[in-house]
């Protein structure tokens, strides 16, 4: 009977640990998209300085975030900004494209009804369908993301215009482990990862050539 009672408080035990450390809160390290102010060079870019491009939407598929943070690869941190995942990554681009010195346009009505029958994606947070269009010749941007943590971002870009699809591709970009436990350097390597993603995509000679 002492051994049935010491083997189940043992059990007992083992349980509240793993129900304990599997609980355990990750630390918040907070990003905003005020303070996200592109890092890069803007003239290593100065091919896109005068275009002109029209924001269509971005969108969260991430699966292993939640709607404004996603997490380290260890589940140790998790970051957190101020607005969803979405609209983070749509300001931080905004910001990004117009330091490079891209025009960003709005879009105008479109009566005819006819416009973006095509889109895969949808229209999460961007004009509906046949509602609106972007001036003729001016591309359209949106973005997916796929997969994020601190240490890989998957995401998706996609081109259109003239209602037309001109570029869609898949794309993954990887940071080393952080290396440091200070919040203003965990911080800092949140919008570090927003560089990344985008210079990663103005880089690619496709991508150049569908813009």
Not at 3 to 32: D, E, N, P, R, Y
Not at 72 to 98: H, M, P, V, W
Not at 127 to 148: C, T
Request: proline share 2%.
């Amino acid at each position: 009977m002492r051994h049935h009672i010491k083997w189940s408080s043992i059990l007992v035990l083992c349980v509240m640990g793993i129900f304990l450390t599997g609980c355990a809160s990750s630390t918040k390290i907070t990003m905003t998209q005020e303070k996200y102010a592109p890092s890069f060079r803007a003239n290593d870019y100065s091919r896109y300085k005068g275009k002109k491009l029209a924001i269509a939407s971005f969108y969260n598929q991430a699966q292993n975030t939640k709607a404004y943070n996603y997490f380290s690869a260890d589940k140790k941190y998790i970051y957190e900004g101020n607005a969803t995942l979405e609209n983070y990554y749509l300001y931080c681009f905004q910001k990004a494209f117009r330091h490079i010195g891209v025009i960003l346009v709005d879009y105008t009505y479109d009566k005819d009804n006819r416009y973006h029958h095509g889109h895969r994606y949808g229209w999460w947070g961007a004009p509906g369908p046949g509602a609106f269009k972007a001036p003729r010749g001016v591309a359209e941007f949106q973005f997916v993301l796929l997969s994020l943590t601190d240490q890989e971002f998957k995401f998706k870009a996609l081109l259109f215009k003239d209602g037309e699809a001109k570029f869609d591709k898949d794309y993954t970009v990887t940071m080393a482990e952080a290396g440091t436990d200070n919040a203003a350097q965990l911080e800092k390597r949140a919008y570090s990862l927003a560089d990344l993603a985008f210079t990663t995509i103005m880089k690619d000679r496709d991508f150049q050539k569908a813009f």
